[in-house]
């Protein structure tokens, strides 16, 4: 089932498309590497990992309590109004609170999947680019990590937050290697 059923809140109500434009740096040196660059990306490329086979994901959860969280985790926890909740009102508040969160991390790993492909986009030499592409895919798995653990597992997910709409949209927007490396990722 497609993830858009999934979401507790239709899809419509929460898309979310913004300019993130960046400028583009092409190089045209590629024998110019940066040996500990190239040694990152060589170490970089040798520890991925697979999300699809490093993960047992024939394992089954708790139907009750996924994460196997303490209860004093739940916001409400010790209030009138979780003393006032049946068990199996407590059991329905932990998982969607537990699939909520989870569906926080998938989006703000989508938000480091974008970021880190706009240094890939911007950073002035190959051997930055190549290192920055480790950290795509890094971030890539991430996402699909969290995304099959919703999908297979929970069976729910909920939309992107407000607040973390507003942080994933301040982050994307800037410039991140411009403002902080003006001279280059190389040169730091």
């Known amino acids: 089932m497609a993830t858009t059923f999934r979401y507790q809140i239709p899809v419509e109500q929460t898309q979310w498309i913004f300019d993130g434009r960046a400028d583009t ?4 040196e590629y024998e110019d590497g940066r040996e500990k660059l190239l040694t990152l ?4 490329k040798k520890q991925q990992w697979d999300a699809a086979t490093r993960i047992d994901w024939s394992q089954d959860l708790d ?14 926890w010790g209030s009138p109004i979780w003393e006032r909740l049946t068990q199996k009102e407590r059991t329905a508040v932990r998982y969607h609170l537990q699939a909520q969160s989870l569906s926080q991390f998938m989006h703000g ?44 597992k929970f069976e729910i997910a909920y939309p992107i937050t407000p607040g973390l ?12 290697v411009a403002d902080r490396y003006p001279k280059g990722i190389e040169e730091h």
């Not at 990306?41 to 970089?44: E, S, V």
């Open 25 to 28: 740096a092409f190089t045209w």
């Open 41 to 44: 990306y060589d170490k970089g």
């Open 63 to 76: 139907p009750e309590n996924p994460m196997m969280l303490d209860d004093r985790a739940v916001q409400i």
């Open 109 to 152: 790993e989508q938000g480091a999947l974008i970021a880190t492909a706009k240094i890939v986009q911007t950073v002035p030499s190959a051997d930055a680019k190549f290192y920055a592409a480790t950290q795509v895919m890094d971030e890539a798995r991430h996402v699909e990590a969290y995304a099959r653990l919703l999908h297979e």
């Open 165 to 176: 709409k507003a942080l994933l949209e301040h982050g994307v927007m800037l410039n991140l």
